[in-house]
């Protein structure tokens, strides 16, 4: 079964961190570009996050500095590390999967909450 | 930055009716555009890729259609399923998401 599984949320002071992690079984990870979108209660997607197969990311500009995005294809895994966290962060976050250029986001994991909050 | 702005926001509908959605966006995306459907609670689910291809397993009541600047959503024959929120996307330049279409029972 294709399955992406998100764990690391939690609740977080402002200013502090949390490392999400995705794991991913069923398909050939290694070929997928990964992502991490988000979502605040009652609102919208938001991408987040992306790294290419050859290891290149990419950020949207309000974590720019603050998250990093990494992958550890003989693990299976994705990682998105969160610093200098705002409450602006506050949301679910998906990691999400593509099967290279050209095509969407077709393997969604269910999403981790993430709370920042004093 | 390319915005993406769907329209309506919310529509109400019957079991039954045709739908259209419609997203535009800030600038042309060629034909790098996805649609999502999300039920409360859940992970996206995608629908359409390159504005009109189906995915895999999505039944035949939606198709895509558009490029450039303005897509449409369309399920034909609206069933008790469908009633969810709609999400286009466009991925020519990173990635955005509309703001999102509430289909909801009439």
């Known amino acids: 079964e294709v399955q992406l599984v998100e764990s690391g949320g939690g609740l977080v002071q402002p200013g502090g961190s949390l490392r999400l992690s995705c794991a991913a079984s069923g398909f050939i990870f290694s070929n997928y570009d990964m992502h991490w979108v988000r979502q605040a209660t009652g609102k919208g997607l938001e991408w987040v996050s992306a790294?290419?197969?050859?290891?290149?990311?990419y950020y949207r500009g309000s974590v720019k500095g603050r998250f990093t995005i990494s992958r550890e294809n003989a693990k299976n895994s994705l990682y998105l590390q969160m610093n200098s966290l705002r409450a602006g962060d506050t949301a679910v976050y998906y990691c999400a999967g593509k099967p290279g250029y050209g095509y969407a986001f077709d393997i969604w994991g269910q999403g981790t909450m993430v709370t920042v909050s004093s | 930055d390319i915005q993406m702005t769907q329209s309506p926001s919310t529509l109400s509908a019957s079991v039954g009716d045709r739908v259209t959605i419609t997203c535009r966006a800030s600038q042309s995306v060629s034909s790098w555009l996805a649609w999502y459907q999300q039920k409360p609670g859940k992970a996206p689910k995608l629908l359409i890729y390159?504005?009109?291809t189906l995915e895999s397993g999505v039944p035949s009541r939606f198709s895509g259609s558009g490029s450039g600047t303005e897509f449409t959503l369309t399920i034909s024959s609206l069933q008790p399923d469908d009633f969810a929120t709609y999400y286009c996307?466009?991925?020519?330049?990173?990635?955005?998401f509309g703001q999102g279409t509430k289909v909801e029972i009439k």
């Open positions: 390159k504005a009109s």
């Open positions: 996307q466009q991925y020519s330049s990173y990635w955005t």
């Open positions: 790294i290419g197969t050859a290891g290149d990311t």
